[in-house]
């Protein structure tokens, strides 16, 4: 506890309460005039667990220092009161923000979610775990358009390790785990159903059990009802796979810390920063030097590369002029990609029509079969999807051992052609299903040839899938700012 005393502040306008709190807006009365958020907590209304909530809560605040965190400040003491002086969060919570804008779009929400990951996995680190997650207690910050989410009110959090468990109960029962409620021992998993829940409130507008009571709440998750996902409004399958890894109700089954932080819809890879625009511009000008070589396999890759970077780059940058800048690059960069595209697979075409042209005449005898590894930088190799009908040698032996080989290699091809027609979202669906059905065999009893043949295969596709998303991204954005120039939107950073 430092030596300044409560007086030294000026509280203002109340901004919310809580079991045993209320929270307002105060100032600094000297220096600085800095405006803070102060907790107040009467002495007289603290029951003995309340009071170990409290100790508990300033002492993980004292070490938890990170952006996306609310920072505490100070902490103080009267005769009547407990104060916590915390950092002044300027736009409110998450919960006011949805019921403003009644549900997120998936983008919004993509951008408030990697915020929230990059707290939980410094609170990881560190072996904390909140135990309240909710809307409410995730404060917003906003300057000029640009929004930032930080986590708040530890009141219930804990030092638990992933191997850790506890059986007191904590939380609040709308975002509260299945193994909480169901008075069942529970570790760190227990943040991660919250953070389901909240995704999922999001993204329409309520939380999947919602209840007009808590006795309906705890019927509902006595009955084991299953979670369903809405059809309106529509999010990517990236998303919808998350959301139900979040909400598994075993906790065994939940997707773990180390795979939410790698899922692939939250891209935390590729979140705006300075780093990440050098690596994009560092991809776009290796891009561009690919295209003069005419090397333009490689220069498509290197377009998209970039625009996994710039996209997130550009809807993250506060100011509207230097935004519109980066968006009239990222056009730019998407038109050359597209254009590549549809040129390789000209080639391409060229090459097949000369290649049956030329199987009419007779075979020279010693004419050997192409290497189906080797790629050709001014057109698509054979795995880009323009080779015969026929897999490789290893891959037709399997197709014939394991029926899913054949369907999947198919589903595969068709995906490569839907790409090149410029079909994205029928490909990337057709990558996806293919790739479901061929990783599994790598587990399989194949011989070390088979196998490398088939990674090869499951390699690249999962190649021209993460390709395809950079082109939707990009695509989806120039869509979306058409629309918010008629509609109200925001910027999260």
């Not at 003491?77 to 998936?106: F, P």
């Not at 068709?414 to 090149?420: I, L, R, T």
Request: glycine share 4%.
């Amino acid at each position: 506890m430092s030596e300044t005393k409560i007086s030294e502040y000026k509280l203002l306008e109340r901004l919310g309460s809580g079991t045993y709190a209320i929270v307002y807006r105060a100032m600094k009365k000297v220096t600085t005039k800095e405006i803070l958020a102060v907790k107040v907590m009467a002495k007289s209304k603290l029951s003995h667990s309340a009071m170990d909530n409290i100790i508990s809560e300033i002492s993980l605040l004292k070490k938890l220092k990170h952006r996306h965190i609310v920072e505490m400040r100070d902490f103080l003491w009267d005769d009547e009161n407990i104060y916590i002086v915390m950092e002044y969060c300027n736009a409110g919570n998450l919960s006011s923000h949805i019921k403003q804008n009644r549900t997120l779009d998936e983008g919004t929400c993509k951008r408030f979610l990697q915020q929230l990951a990059f707290a939980l996995r410094y609170m990881r680190q560190n072996d904390v775990s909140h135990l309240d997650l909710k809307p409410a207690n995730l404060l917003l910050t906003k300057e000029s358009s640009t929004y930032t989410l930080k986590v708040g009110d530890f009141g219930f959090a804990q030092r638990l390790k992933l191997n850790q468990e506890n059986t007191t109960v904590k939380g609040s029962p709308l975002y509260m785990a299945p193994e909480i409620l169901l008075n069942t021992s529970y570790g760190p998993a227990a943040d991660l159903w919250s953070v389901g829940v909240i995704l999922y409130e999001c993204l329409f507008g309520k939380a999947p059990y919602s209840s007009t009571s808590l006795h309906e709440l705890a019927e509902r998750i006595h009955r084991n009802d299953p979670i369903t996902i809405p059809p309106r409004p529509a999010i990517t399958s990236d998303c919808r796979q998350l959301l139900t890894n979040l909400l598994q109700r075993d906790p065994a089954r939940r997707i773990t810390f180390e795979k939410f932080f790698d899922d692939p819809f939250l891209d935390l890879a590729h979140v705006a920063c300075k780093e990440n625009l050098e690596k994009a511009i560092e991809l776009i000008n290796r891009a561009i030097e690919k295209e003069q070589r005419q090397e333009l396999g490689a220069a498509y890759r290197a377009y998209c590369q970039g625009l996994q970077y710039f996209v997130p780059i550009t809807r993250a940058e506060p100011d509207p002029t230097k935004r519109q800048l980066l968006r009239q690059r990222v056009l730019t960069y998407l038109k050359r990609a597209e254009m590549l595209k549809q040129h390789i697979y000209a080639t391409s075409q060229t090459i097949e029509q000369q290649q049956a042209t030329s199987s009419l005449n007779a075979k020279p005898p010693d004419a050997k079969r192409p290497d189906p590894n080797k790629r050709n930088d001014s057109g698509p190799s054979k795995a880009d999807g323009n080779e015969e009908n026929a897999p490789e040698p290893g891959l037709a032996e399997l197709s014939h051992e394991f029926e899913n080989i054949a369907h999947g290699l198919q589903i595969g091809r068709d995906a490569d052609k839907d790409a090149a027609q410029n079909k994205l979202d029928v490909a990337l669906d057709g990558y996806t299903t293919a790739l479901g059905l061929l990783i599994p065999v790598l587990h399989k009893d194949i011989t070390p040839g088979q196998k490398k043949l088939l990674r090869q295969r499951i390699v690249h596709w999962m190649e021209e899938a993460e390709h395809i998303k950079s082109i939707r991204s990009a695509q989806i954005m120039q869509e979306m700012e058409n629309t918010e120039a008629n509609h109200y939107g925001c910027t999260v950073q």
